[in-house]
């Protein structure tokens, strides 16, 4: 099984202060050797908020964070893949009714994993499968 993982994961894995931090790792470690995956919406959103002179603990600037991200990249032998799915097309998202507006993002990345047939991997536990379609449902793993 290949792992998707949020923009929320990733700042937990870098930033030692994270409430979530230790769990993280401890996924990580219990999924090593899985592919775990990072697309454009992923890097963006990692670099625009760990990089961000706003995040405590965070590296100060977005070209900072991209060096964190090359480098979580060989650290979690992560893999990049393209997204390229549309919300404009409601044959792959359906309907957006009921979505926290903080969890688009989210939504998009479930929605990308399960059409590659691969898991989205949150810590955001606002995810409720009842949304979504039960084989994208299916595609979400949320670290508790």
């Not at 930033?15 to 992923?42: F, K, M, Q």
């Not at 603990?57 to 990049?80: D, E, H, I, T």
């Not at 691969?118 to 949320?142: C, G, H, S, Y």
Request: glycine share 8%.
């Amino acid at each position: 099984m290949a792992y998707l993982l949020d923009v929320d994961v990733l700042i937990a894995r870098c930033d030692t202060a994270h409430e979530s931090h230790e769990r993280v790792r401890e996924w990580l470690r219990a999924h090593a050797g899985r592919p775990l995956i990072l697309c454009p919406t992923t890097e963006i959103g990692f670099v625009g908020v760990f990089g961000s002179v706003e995040y405590p603990g965070g590296p100060g600037s977005p070209q900072a964070a991209a060096g964190v991200l090359r480098l979580m990249y060989k650290r979690l032998n992560a893999v990049f893949a393209h997204d390229d799915l549309s919300l404009r097309n409601e044959g792959q998202f359906g309907t957006l009714a009921g979505v926290d507006a903080r969890d688009v993002r989210a939504v998009y990345l479930l929605t990308l994993a399960a059409s590659r047939g691969i898991q989205f991997v949150t810590l955001n536990a606002r995810m409720d499968p009842r949304l979504f379609r039960k084989e994208t449902a299916r595609a979400l793993t949320v670290i508790r």
